[in-house]
């Protein structure tokens, strides 16, 4: 394009110069041509790369399988026995390992006698109770939500020593509130206020030496 | 009568645990009462309401419901089992798990043929009563909240449950879900959380009530499955709702403490439209309220402040008498505190450990002595496994503990307490036949073991310095099989008497080791027991406060005993609400009798006559008063000391000293927990 404006510019009272039909029609199919085979060179460019990953997941696919011929024993064992015992409760413990990793490490070991394993649904786990011991017991949950609902957030509940102690104010003999009156109640507390105190005289030097 | 030193014992931390089900058995008048510590008691409401049985928990129970079917009692908990009890040998039968998580409600059919469990997972599963076990039957469908509460219609056709925010209507033989009640949650912050259902009634006409955690009382018709009518009955929670056998009183216990009755009754008088009407409110107890029980004639509460009330009914009862006042029980009516009389020590049973201590001395004289030594703990024997201890003693001469558990029977003996910096202790192995016992008992020169056991039988076993050998039982000639609550050997070693479930007391003849003889049967409950010294009589304390001595050797009544029963007691003694758990002899007045009941110190003098129903009962203080010479002619044979309060045990020790172990209220009350806070006029 830079040509013609340059001819253009050079004379503007002379003739446009003839170009043959066919020079310009091949340079229109050359510009054609390359602009397809570019595009067919990205395709192909792209279609390397996708290949070569695909290479690269099989690869890593095939370190973390085992040999074929375990996987073909597992495929056949698997359509004997679809169907689970009905009884099994919805608290089955299950656990996040995939369920045929499991299998496999009981086939390797071979500690275990020949079992027919039984396949899961999908919604269930199987997991060790020995492992739980972070997790909280029904029974922890259970007693959980009592206490929340009796004694947690949004429940308005006072101390005993108040209670106690308005009782004895409005009792038939009057006296001081409980934690004044009984020497006992409150006593760690009451021995760690003493000894703040003490520390704070001692630190703001209150009391001259 | 005599001065005594007296040991004023607070250091026994005793905490009862709360109530947390109760349920009313109306064929053989008992109550059942379970604790937050899974131990179940039975109380027999005509015998003023003594505590006949009582088996103890385990570690981690978490007791939720109570059911009677028939003449058997079954619970359910958290732990997710059922779990029936063997009431005649006082422990658990068996616990079967329900699969469904843990439990939160139980209830048996009017026709006693089934069982209704509600489960955390939303399941209402219904069990089979048979002969021997129960057997699950079948599950009504599964809901997506936990079931809190069910009540059976009494036709047994249908069930309601109270779940979280609803209650579901069940068809018993479909299983499918008729009706869906829905409970509102409130106004202001309850309008955030769920609203729980915690009680459900059923009533016969078809009327469904219902106690949630708003603080509402609703009346709901099973027909259309619409409200009827609401009672706002307190701003905290109402936790537990109990009807009367004939469906004309409805008693509600909230978490403030207050108990409110309803009652079906017509506005006006004389017209027919009946309406259920709130009537009373009492007020008493403290903290929540964990269950209450419709009695005809009364209402028995309880529930985190672990004292159980009756409260009679006032216009259900005949006649005024100590019966139908109102009644606070706070401790149990057992033992908890044994002494080894000849050298100072205390036993003091905890259900999951024991404590050892050694009493103080003091010097001084006067009305409250300088201690010298103060009082010191031994030993802190922790129970291995779960389960609670049921009974303990500790011998004479302190050398022998013993406790049991529902399980085993475990026996320790500490050498050289002597030198109480230096304690050498030693389990000894106890022979296979002693394996669990509901009492025991040292004899007095501590060479024997006593153990009841199974079949109200006494195994005898021998202590020695090598350990413990079996060496018989003593089994009654013929009578029930009901489990033995008290045992009394004699200071001689000749004579054991055993009192069990069934108000019948055996005498044993140690010698022959055979049985003696058996006291007639009593229409109450033996309290306390104990064999004199000299003249080898028992002494009976019976629940009904009265009191009878039988002579052993000559297989009868004593005359003063008969005079007791002709003459009659006083007014005063009669009313007294606690039973008599002690009674001691005195070695150097023969003729004294010491008893004991929480709120007194009796000595009855059997030489002096007995007071009728004229003369004043509580004297003490004007015999003070009185001269010399007309001491004499003013006294009588009971003499009550009122010093001490809430006392758990008395003992006289061998060097003449009396020990008192007093749990105050104050410090019982001031563990417990937390109470709702109530706003009170002029605080």
Redesign the interface.
């Not at chain 1, 949004?154 to 106690?164: I, P, Y």
């Given at each position: 394009m830079s040509e013609l404006t340059l001819q253009f510019e050079s004379s503007d009272d002379e003739l446009p110069e003839e170009v043959a039909f066919d020079a310009s029609k091949s340079v229109a199919l050359k510009s054609v041509k390359d602009a397809l085979d570019a595009a067919k060179r990205e395709k192909n460019l792209l279609k390397e790369k996708r290949r070569k990953k695909q290479q690269l997941f099989q690869e890593q696919k095939k370190r973390k399988l085992l040999p074929q011929e375990l996987l073909e024993e597992f495929d056949t064992k698997p359509q004997k026995q679809t169907d689970l015992s009905a009884n099994k409760?919805?608290?089955k413990k299950v656990s996040t390992k995939p369920s045929h990793n499991n299998k496999v490490k009981e086939q390797e070991t071979g500690t275990m006698p020949k079992k027919t394993p039984k396949s899961l649904p999908v919604s269930y786990r199987v997991m060790r109770i020995k492992d739980e011991s972070a997790a909280k017991t029904?029974?922890q949950r259970?007693?959980d939500f009592v206490q929340s609902?009796?004694?947690g957030p949004?429940?308005?509940?006072?101390?005993?020593?108040?209670?106690?102690s308005?009782k004895k104010?409005?009792g038939a003999s009057q006296g001081a509130a409980?934690e004044f009156a009984?020497k006992?109640?409150g006593a760690c507390k009451k021995a760690r206020i003493k000894r703040s105190n003490k520390r704070f005289i001692r630190q703001q030097k209150l009391i001259p030496f | 009568m005599g001065e005594f030193k007296v040991h004023r014992v607070r250091f026994f931390d005793y905490m009862p645990s709360g109530i947390r089900a109760l349920a009313f058995n109306r064929d053989i008048e008992r109550i059942a009462v379970a604790r937050m510590d899974g131990s179940v008691e039975v109380f027999h409401c005509s015998d003023r309401f003594f505590q006949e049985k009582i088996i103890p928990g385990r570690e981690q129970c978490g007791i939720e419901g109570l059911s009677w079917v028939g003449e058997r009692l079954f619970s359910a908990g958290l732990n997710g089992g059922i779990t029936e009890y063997d009431l005649t040998n006082q422990k658990v039968k068996y616990t079967i798990d329900a699969y469904g998580g843990p439990i939160w409600t139980i209830a048996g059919n009017q026709q006693g043929t089934h069982l209704a469990v509600g489960c955390e997972d939303g399941t209402v599963k219904l069990f089979e009563v048979n002969e021997d076990k129960i057997q699950f039957e079948r599950n009504l469908d599964r809901q997506k909240s936990r079931i809190i509460s069910l009540s059976w219609h009494p036709s047994g056709s249908k069930i309601a449950a109270g779940m979280m925010d609803m209650i579901q209507i069940f068809n018993v033989e479909t299983g499918h879900s008729v009706h869906r009640l829905l409970a509102d949650r409130g106004v202001g912050t309850s309008r955030s959380k769920e609203c729980v259902v915690w009680s459900v009634v059923y009533l016969s006409d078809g009327t469904i009530i219902s106690g949630d955690s708003v603080g509402m009382v609703k009346l709901w018709d099973d027909q259309t499955g619409t409200l009827i009518k609401s009672h706002n009955v307190t701003k905290c929670d109402v936790l537990a709702l109990s009807v009367s056998q004939n469906e004309d009183s409805l008693v509600a216990g909230t978490s403030e403490g207050t108990v409110v009755q309803f009652q079906f009754i017509s506005m006006v008088l004389g017209k027919d439209d009946k309406e259920w009407v709130r009537t009373r409110t009492f007020k008493n107890h403290t903290h929540d309220i964990r269950a209450v029980a419709e009695i005809t004639t009364a209402v028995v509460s309880g529930g985190m402040d672990a004292q159980l009330v009756v409260r009679p009914l006032l216009d259900k009862v005949e006649v005024r008498s100590a019966a139908s006042a109102l009644r606070k029980i706070h401790f149990p009516h057992r033992r908890l505190v044994s002494c080894a009389r000849k050298s100072g020590l205390m036993l003091f049973q905890y259900p999951g450990h024991l404590e050892l201590w050694r009493l103080g001395e003091s010097e001084g004289k006067g009305s409250s002595l300088f201690v010298k030594r103060n009082p010191e703990k031994l030993l802190h024997l922790k129970v291995k496994g779960e389960d609670h201890i049921r009974c303990s003693a500790v011998s004479p001469c302190g050398e022998w503990i013993v406790y049991s558990t529902a399980s085993k029977l475990r026996e320790n003996t500490l050498h050289g307490l002597k030198h109480f910096l230096f304690l050498f202790f030693q389990i000894s192995k106890l022979p296979m036949v002693l394996s669990s016992a509901n009492q025991l008992c040292f004899s007095s020169d501590s060479s024997h073991l006593f153990s009841a056991s199974a079949q109200s039988s006494v195994h005898i076993a021998s202590l020695s310095q090598s350990g413990c050998k079996f060496v018989g039982t003593l089994k009654p000639k013929s009578g029930s099989h009901q489990a033995i609550h008290l045992l009394a050997a004699s200071e001689d070693g000749k004579w054991l008497a055993s009192a069990n479930s069934d108000h019948e007391v055996h005498i044993y003849n140690l010698q022959t080791r055979k049985a003696h003889c058996t006291v007639p049967v009593y229409s109450s409950a033996v309290t306390a027991m104990g064999i004199h010294p000299t003249t080898n009589c028992l002494f009976m304390m019976y629940a009904d406060q009265q009191m009878c001595e039988y002579s052993i050797e000559q297989k009868q009544y004593t005359d003063w005993s008969r005079t007791v029963q002709r003459k009659g007691l006083h007014r005063f003694w009669m009313e007294r609400d606690t039973p008599c758990l002690n009674v001691m002899f005195n070695p150097q007045n023969p003729s004294h009798v010491i008893l004991h009941d929480t709120y007194m110190l009796c000595i009855i003098d059997q030489s002096l006559p007995l007071p009728d129903d004229k003369t004043q009962f509580y004297n003490q203080l004007t015999l003070k008063s009185l001269p010399e010479e007309q001491r004499k002619s003013h006294s009588h044979a009971f003499k009550v000391c009122k010093t001490f309060k809430d006392i758990l045990c008395v003992e006289l020790m061998s060097d003449q000293s009396l020990v008192v172990v007093e749990r105050p209220l104050e410090d019982v009350a001031s563990q417990l927990p937390a109470p709702i806070k109530q706003k009170k006029f002029a605080t």
């Open positions: 409760g919805i608290y029904l029974q259970a007693t609902r009796l004694y949004g429940t308005k509940r006072t101390t005993n020593a108040e209670l106690l308005l104010k409005r409980v009984n006992k109640l | -």
